[in-house]
């Protein structure tokens, strides 16, 4: 069986180094960048929604929310309804930095698929997220405890 996993991999894990670098400029560091960009995109955004679409446990997300939070980059609110839910939203801050980031994601984006067709970038689109939907069911089963057998 080929690695596919291990190809997505080095994919994911060379393009969150390279925004990493870029980002330090504005203070965004291991992923946080990651945070933001669903923030500003998904205002009013629940914390637990952000971990489960960064696919991330609670308390990883609780932390870079917390650290973005400090450094002003996002705001939490109260529900209008449920005084124990805290939106999510984007600073002035926060907002003035997104074009950027989203710039670089859709310039990642463009150098990631250069080469491909239409055709093959519909059809990778579609493939990555059958197996992202494959490799969810896992992930909610492990998250809740269980034990994969293998």
Request: charged share 35%; proline share 1%; glycine share 6%.
């Amino acid at each position: 069986m080929k690695e596919i996993l291990r190809e997505i991999g080095m994919i994911a894990r060379a393009l969150d180094s390279i925004s990493n670098i870029e980002f330090k400029e504005f203070d965004l560091t291991k992923g946080q960048y990651l945070y933001l960009v669903r923030i500003c995109e998904n205002p009013g955004i629940i914390q637990e929604k952000l971990a489960e679409m960064i696919k991330v446990d609670r308390t990883t997300a609780a932390r870079a929310i917390k650290k973005l939070e400090i450094q002003g980059f996002i705001e939490k609110r109260d529900d209008n309804f449920n005084k124990k839910i805290k939106k999510l939203y984007s600073t002035e801050k926060g907002e003035t930095i997104y074009p950027f980031l989203k710039r670089e994601g859709d310039y990642s984006n463009k150098v990631a698929l250069s080469g491909l067709s239409k055709e093959e970038t519909d059809l990778l689109h579609n493939l990555l997220c059958r197996v992202r939907k494959n490799v969810e069911v896992n992930w909610d089963f492990v998250k809740k405890g269980n034990k994969r057998d293998y």
